[in-house]
């Protein structure tokens, strides 16, 4: 499977009559905007607004995060979200707008959505404080139960950044970048000297607004099965969770996944990249153990030398973590953990919820319960009422004056346990 | 005129009094540097001096952990140090815990930075690495040269506010505390580098080595129940009902052993639970149901299992460090070794 990826670098959003891409400005007919996210009749209320990098601007509470993309040839973008689900994605040719965001922003769903401040301590954090972002606010009906709210925000997020992404269609891109998974067999035969790696992909789905879709389809529903790479980075996987938000892979991110772009840095070079084994994290064991017994099984029915793991979010995936590690190693295939830590704000206590033996490799994200003040902005996109219980704010975290103390844990992916960012954590 | 202070920490045998047979010798302060202090205050330079040295045997502090700790904080407080020094204690196992006891107790006290120097397998080392910074040294005095420099570039520091940077960077052990920090590379890129050496059968560096959990394997079964000594230890916090030894309902640091010579049962009269991890309210009722004594006088009249110990062990298991666990499963486990108890019902809650 081939995918050549353009990217039309854009450099800021303006309002405008026409929804359009010129000199690598993005610019926005708002109306018709606010009125594609309020087709759906669960949301009263959508204003646009726009942050920039470093802006006094804080953005809060944050759903998802979305690089508008466009498929040029070869399926449709979001298959089984917005586009159809046929053909498969991953092929063919896609232009993305490189350096712009849709933010969906509104009354909170769960305590796990964040912060992401445009600029000050926080941003460094962030990597979000370095896109210029078109915040979609939404104002939900009155009573609508929290995981249909979840769905029309999430639902408003992707239908903007696919508006916004036609607009890209035509234009010629800055950079070119062709992608390439070939069937196992050959794939294999290319680089026979290289060893063969692979990628377990763990989504998010622990259920109860904590859930990852793939083509559409719930990821608590299926069962660990192989992806092509460059299916993700047409939109194959969309986030719909409300993960701890310091966690949070956004839907930018799976666009984005750092392990994919990695390895395929590395491809031909000193690794074969063999494809990605998508799998999941559900709470009942039954579905842990099946699901790590599958993974090392395709991770030794692909003939695998060694495999990347990543997680999304703490404490529970952490059992899936160590089971996908332990029972990949006992295939006798060589594994490195990529995930955050969890340390209490002393750094004192335990990183991890679950351990094994087999973990002998770890690269870590960070320790998501340091501290950090964050202090007051100019503007506030959406709003601050509820910092203090937001995960990484507590009671009486926030001063008066609109600035407040928080752990990391509050700013938006920012110890995103799949390599994402280059914070890291290390032994004192 | 040196603009800072240090109290220095040492015991007996480097103040030059005694070996063994004066490790016994109570505390005492001299003015000044002593031993092993003159070679630490050179290193240091002129803008820093040694006030005063506070000597103390061995044995005496180990023996009489609290009132040593207390006099010694004193003596220190009197000359408002910048910074606080004990040792190098090498490989001195008592004097390696002494520097520990004594450089946790100053900076809790006295907010006064504190340092000190161990060798690795000292067992003072694993007790206080997590609150004292503890400079990496040999096995035995003749390390000492290597290990003042170190010393002294950490007490500038401290008594400068100057950052202490990573245990590698500045040669103290690791703490065990995890800090962030902005690497080179993002993770995925690390992790990559470090899956191609892991294939290769290199020698690579993990971010976070696991913990080893301490696992005991189960003892051999029971020969003979019908002649068998059992005992009753429990995480449940049962306790008489005045809580005598002020058992902590959560995080607790001590355990208690309660008579149960002469009952039947564990009366609710008698008995409470002072857990803080799960609702109390039917063991309050019933203490029998964590400590099940009503069943086990029946079985035991029954002829089913030899006799009961007449007492039982007991602490609260909820929020409760490793450490002290450990502690505690050592000293009841030797105590029933002592009264001959074959078996052990361990009741969690």
């Known amino acids: ?428 | 005129m040196a603009t800072y202070k240090i109290v220095h920490y040492i015991n007996q045998f480097f103040a030059g009094i005694g070996g063994e047979e004066k490790a016994d010798i109570v505390p005492e302060v001299r003015e000044g540097a002593v031993g092993p202090g003159t070679a630490l205050e050179k290193a240091l330079g002129e803008e820093y001096e040694i006030a005063a040295t506070v000597i103390c045997g061995d044995n005496y502090f180990g023996e009489n952990l609290d009132t040593a700790t207390d006099t010694i904080v004193e003596m220190v407080k009197q000359y408002e140090p910048d910074v606080f020094v004990a040792g190098p204690a090498f490989n001195a196992g008592r004097y390696g815990v002494a520097c520990g006891t004594i450089c946790k107790a100053v900076e809790e006290r006295l907010g006064v930075p504190v340092l000190t120097a161990e060798y690795e397998e000292n067992p003072g080392v694993d007790m206080f690495r997590k609150d004292v910074i503890i400079v990496k040294t040999g096995d035995s005095a003749a390390t000492i040269r290597k290990a003042v420099p170190v010393m002294a570039a950490l007490v500038k520091k401290m008594a400068t506010g100057e950052e202490i940077l990573g245990p590698d960077i500045e040669g103290y052990h690791e703490r065990g505390i995890r800090v962030n920090y902005f690497a080179e590379e993002r993770a995925s890129e690390r992790a990559i580098q470090m899956l191609t050496k892991k294939m290769k059968g290199e020698e690579f560096h993990t971010d976070l080595p696991m913990p080893k959990f301490d696992r005991v394997d189960p003892a051999e079964p029971i020969k003979d129940i019908k002649h068998a000594k059992l005992a009753v230890v429990t995480s449940g916090g049962v306790v008489p009902t005045d809580n005598p030894d002020h058992i902590e309902s959560s995080n607790a640091t001590k355990y208690g052993v309660y008579s149960i010579a002469g009952m039947d049962t564990m009366s609710p009269n008698d008995f409470t639970t002072i857990h803080g991890g799960y609702d109390r309210q039917f063991v309050m009722e019933n203490p029998n149901l964590v400590v099940p004594l009503d069943v086990l006088r029946e079985m035991e009249k029954d002829g089913e299992f030899g006799e009961l110990v007449n007492y039982f062990c007991t602490t609260t298991g909820t929020g409760t460090a490793t450490g002290s666990a450990a502690k505690f499963g050592d000293e009841i486990g030797k105590r029933l070794v002592e009264d001959h108890v074959d078996g052990v019902i361990l009741v969690s809650t």
């Open chain 1, 1 to 428: 499977m081939k995918l050549e990826l353009g990217k039309i670098f854009i450099k800021d959003i303006q309002f405008s009559d026409q929804t359009c891409v010129k000199d690598h400005v993005l610019y926005v007919n708002k109306e018709e905007v606010e009125k594609l996210v309020l087709e759906d009749d669960k949301l009263l209320e959508c204003h646009l607004d726009i942050a920039r990098p470093g802006d006094s601007t804080r953005i809060t509470p944050v759903k998802d995060v979305i690089e508008p993309r466009v498929k040029v040839s070869g399926g449709e973008i979001f298959p089984g979200m917005i586009g159809k689900v046929t053909p498969q994605v991953g092929e063919g040719r896609t232009h993305a707008l490189d350096g712009c965001c849709v933010v969906t922003v509104g009354r909170i769903v769960g305590f796990q959505e964040g912060v992401i401040d445009m600029s000050g301590p926080a941003a460094d954090y962030c990597p979000f404080s370095k896109t210029v972002n078109l915040c979609v606010v939404i104002e939900p009906k009155e009573g609508l139960e929290t995981h249909v709210y979840e769905k029309a925000g999430r639902m408003a997020g992707l239908k903007v950044a696919t508006y916004l992404g036609e607009a890209g269609r035509n234009v010629e891109p800055d950079t070119l970048e062709t992608f390439e998974t070939k069937p196992i067999f050959e794939q294999a035969a290319m680089y026979p000297d290289l060893p063969k790696v692979g990628y377990v992909h763990m989504l998010q789905s622990q259920g109860l607004l904590h859930d990852t879709y793939y083509y559409g389809v719930d990821a608590k529903q299926f069962i660990p099965t192989f992806m092509y790479p460059t299916e993700i980075m047409d939109g194959a996987i969309v986030s719909g969770n409300c993960v701890a938000p310091c966690d949070k892979v956004t839907t930018y991110h799976h666009f984005h996944n750092p392990v994919i772009e990695d390895l395929y840095k590395h491809h031909g070079k000193d690794v074969n990249f063999m494809g990605v084994i998508l799998t999941n994290e559900n709470v009942f064991l039954a579905d842990k153990e099946r699901h790590s017994d599958m993974v090392a099984k395709l991770a030794e029915w692909m003939g695998l030398d060694g495999v990347l793991i990543t997680e999304e979010g703490y404490g529970n995936p952490d059992t899936d973590l160590m089971m996908n590690c332990r029972k990949v190693e006992q295939k006798g295939v060589k594994v490195v953990l990529i995930t955050d830590e969890f340390p209490g704000k002393d750094g004192k206590s335990q990183s991890l919820a679950d351990t094994c033996e087999e973990a002998t490799a770890l690269a870590s994200c960070g320790q998501g319960n340091a501290t950090l003040q964050f202090p007051a902005m100019d503007k506030v996109i959406g709003t601050m009422e509820y910092i203090e219980n937001q995960i990484g704010g507590w009671a009486g975290c926030v001063n008066p004056d609109g600035s407040f103390e928080a752990e990391l844990q509050i700013i938006i992916a920012s110890t995103i346990a799949n390599g994402f960012n280059k914070l890291a954590a290390r032994g004192y």
